[in-house]
């Protein structure tokens, strides 16, 4: 399988947007305003600050912690040394500000509750209390919380690279689940195809995948670009990122060139009104062309003449008469250097052939054909790009040339094929029958 | 001695010229080209099948397969014009220029081949002989005719698709629709009618089964000229030219090759005939 080249490498520290030292408890801010008072630089020694260092007095030492918990593993977890947090995105956050409970004094009993994340990162909380991920942990334990993607104390921002969250690392954070067989078990019945699996491989494979294995584009989509990184839901949920009401906006966040041209666009307007077709399908949105997971490169041939069937399940006459042109059975056939459906109508700025800003509007036609006939004249766009030989009202000389052919057709098989099956049956007769009668019946 | 198994090197007598090397070398790039032009664009008339998907494949791709296309279209107009031009030369030469535009020996349809065609289904009927043919029977010379005919459809219609920008300075766009209709309705008539009709008169009709190589050895034995073509051989008779149309036969390996050649065209046609009527009939 493609994956990323991680390789963590030193990083940089950018202020995160949420401030924690806002949030900080009254005892905190009188020691970090006794520090400032005795002149030792502020930020540069917050891991030392007053609270932590009380803190260290044990957690930093190792031997003192033994046997003062449970298991080898536990007291491991108790042991939590404060320079940890140097650089990372709570280097600033005292331990006592996530850690209560332990009243005044220390020693303190096995009573402290660590307080959860969202009574800071309040809108990551909100959001991820909504996700099937929260859902999967009450229910079956088996999804992440918070520390499970960001780790536990030691916390970076996402475009820190060493995250776990950072665009090169995201991917093989989620893969790790959700290509985790037994995890997979839980949800799927066929563990091996199934969609969690699949989106993996294919998302590597896709044009973003693509972006951040080969071009090592940290902008490139990962699955918390389009996924929402904390309220991930099924597409098919309205609260989705990715459901059909708002996929628009969640490409359209970095694709928004598109956006633009999208939605003034035919597709875009017929969207917005809700404006459906006769059998009830609703205005494309960017996931019914492109593909899930498997986004592709839109100068990947398979995708472009695959996607002129997407078109036909809308515009299935448009479809059928365009089959019957040489750009669609070229296409049909599997080459792409031919004219399919964007190619003329543009891919997302479809608009309607009366409309003057359209691509086959006929103000426009030799610009659009000129795009692959060069010389293409007034004249030359004459063509009917849809001229349908079986639609006698709009194509009567194409009607009529089909049927002449058609008349010739059958007219010529008609009296050799007579005449050669006569032929055949004839000389089997003569051959069958004795030569003497033969010769009477040729006297005669 | 075994029997040869082409219908053209059967029987009795010496043999005899019927096709120059020239007619040769031309059907020959007939077969070549036609066959390059039908397995090239009858994909693009069944684009939505697998098998013709395949042969594009076979092609490598629909570039390549239009590229020998052309090649083949250059090769149709080249054994045209080369026909017409020799027919022309050959004229000149000859002592009766007049034979080559009217009589036995002439393409030209004659009064007789009209009766020809009552008297064959006449035959058909039980109601008579079969017709005696001189030079070119009637059906041949619709196969000659036809070539004709489909060359300036197929050749003309094709130019026009082939060069569309340089057309649209006097045509219509809408002429390329009409193109690529009669373009490819034609090239269907022409294939089915060389596939199943040609390919019954000249070698699968119980006369000539399995296969008839006169076409590509240019001679065939005095026997089944008397049988194909009696008032020609009787005319060579009676004017005293048999001994001057006598040939030596076939070299073994123009033998081999020509029948190894007839007997596997038929089988390529026939196949495709086949796969495509069963497309009509369970594809569309």
Redesign the interface.
């Known amino acids: 399988m493609i994956g990323p080249d991680v390789v963590p490498q030193g990083s940089a520290v950018v202020p995160p947007a949420f401030d924690p030292r806002r949030h900080r408890p009254v005892i905190v801010r009188l020691f970090l305003a006794a520090f400032a008072l005795l002149g030792v630089p502020g930020e540069a020694a917050l891991a030392q600050i007053p609270a932590n260092v009380v803190c260290d007095k044990c957690h930093a030492d190792q031997e003192f912690l033994v046997g003062k918990a449970d298991s080898p593993a536990e007291e491991a977890a108790l042991h939590v040394p404060t320079d940890i947090f140097l650089g990372t995105s709570h280097d600033t956050v005292a331990c006592v500000e996530c850690h209560q409970g332990y009243g005044d004094s220390y020693p303190h009993g096995i009573e402290v509750t660590s307080i959860a994340c969202e009574s800071c990162h309040e809108e990551a909380g909100v959001d991820w209390a909504q996700s099937t991920h929260a859902a999967n942990l009450e229910d079956a334990d088996d999804a992440p919380d918070c520390m499970e993607c960001h780790g536990i104390h030691v916390v970076y921002d996402s475009d820190n690279r060493v995250s776990p969250t950072h665009p090169l690392n995201a991917v093989a954070q989620c893969a790790d689940c959700h290509t985790d067989s037994t995890i997979i078990a839980t949800y799927y019945d066929e563990p091996d195809d199934s969609l969690a699996r699949v989106a993996v491989e294919h998302f590597w494979e896709g044009a973003h995948g693509r972006g951040l294995s080969k071009a090592g584009l940290v902008s490139s989509a990962t699955c918390s670009s389009c996924h929402h990184p904390h309220r991930v839901l099924p597409a098919d949920s309205a609260n989705s990122t990715l459901h059909r009401d708002n996929v628009i906006a969640t490409c359209g966040e970095c694709h928004l060139g598109v956006l633009e041209t999208y939605m003034p666009s035919a597709h875009g307007v017929a969207l917005v009104d809700s404006v459906e077709t006769d059998e009830g399908d609703p205005a494309p949105v960017c996931t019914d062309c492109h593909v899930r997971h498997q986004v592709e490169n839109p100068r990947q041939e398979s995708w472009h003449l695959s996607v002129v069937e997407e078109c036909g399940t809308c515009h299935q006459s448009l479809y059928d008469s365009y089959r019957g042109t040489y750009h669609g059975k070229v296409s049909q056939l599997g080459y792409g250097r031919t004219a399919r459906c964007s190619d003329c109508h543009t891919a997302h700025g479809v608009r309607a052939l009366d409309d003057t800003l359209s691509s086959v509007h006929p103000i426009n036609l030799v610009a659009t054909c000129s795009q692959c006939h060069a010389k293409a004249s007034e004249k030359f766009v004459e063509y009917y790009s849809h001229g349908d030989f079986t639609n006698r009202e709009d194509y009567p000389i194409l009607f009529w040339a089909w049927v002449f052919m058609t008349t010739l057709l059958v007219g010529t098989f008609g009296f050799f094929g007579t005449h050669s099956a006569m032929w055949f049956v004839r000389t089997l007769v003569e051959r069958s029958s004795p030569p003497a009668v033969e010769t009477q019946e040729k006297e005669q | 001695m075994k029997t040869p198994v082409a219908s053209s090197d059967r029987g009795q007598g010496p043999y005899l010229r019927r096709f120059s090397n020239l007619d040769r070398g031309l059907h020959l790039a007939v077969i070549i080209s036609f066959f390059g032009l039908v397995m090239t664009g009858i994909?693009?008339?069944f684009?939505?099948t697998r098998w013709?998907?395949a042969i594009?494949?076979l092609h490598g791709?629909?570039?390549s397969s239009g590229f020998i296309h052309r090649v083949c279209a250059i090769i149709t107009f080249g054994y045209f014009f080369t026909h017409i031009g020799s027919v022309f030369v050959r004229a000149a030469r000859s002592d009766n220029w007049k034979s080559f535009f009217w009589g036995p020996n002439s393409m030209v349809p004659q009064p007789k081949d009209v009766r020809d065609i009552f008297q064959?289904?006449k035959?058909?009927f039980?109601k008579g002989?079969p017709p005696q043919f001189d030079r070119f029977s009637y059906?041949e010379k619709?196969d000659y005719w036809a070539v004709f005919w489909g060359v300036a459809i197929i050749g003309g219609s094709g130019l026009l698709?082939w060069f569309?920008?340089f057309f649209?300075?006097?045509?219509?766009?809408?002429s390329?629709?009409?193109a690529?209709?009669?373009h490819g309705?034609?090239a269907?008539?022409a294939l089915?009618?060389i596939f199943?009709?040609h390919f019954?008169?000249g070698q699968l009709?119980?006369?000539k089964f399995p296969v008839d190589v006169v076409i590509f050895t240019g001679r065939a034995r005095a026997e089944y000229m008397k049988e194909e073509h009696p008032l020609e051989y009787e005319r060579a008779e009676r004017e005293g030219r048999l001994a001057e149309l006598e040939v030596p036969a076939p070299g073994r390996a123009l033998y081999l090759w020509s029948v190894i050649a007839g007997m596997s065209l038929v089988a390529l046609g026939f196949s495709l005939v086949v796969i495509i009527i069963l497309t009509a009939l369970f594809a569309h």
Request: glycine residues 8%; aromatic residues 20%; negative net charge.
């Open positions: 994909p693009l008339h684009s939505h013709a998907q594009m494949r791709g629909a570039d064959m289904f035959w058909f039980g002989p059906f619709f698709l569309p920008e649209a300075s006097f045509l219509p766009g809408w390329f629709n009409l690529t209709i009669i309705d034609e269907l008539l089915g009618f199943t009709i019954f008169n009709r119980p006369e």
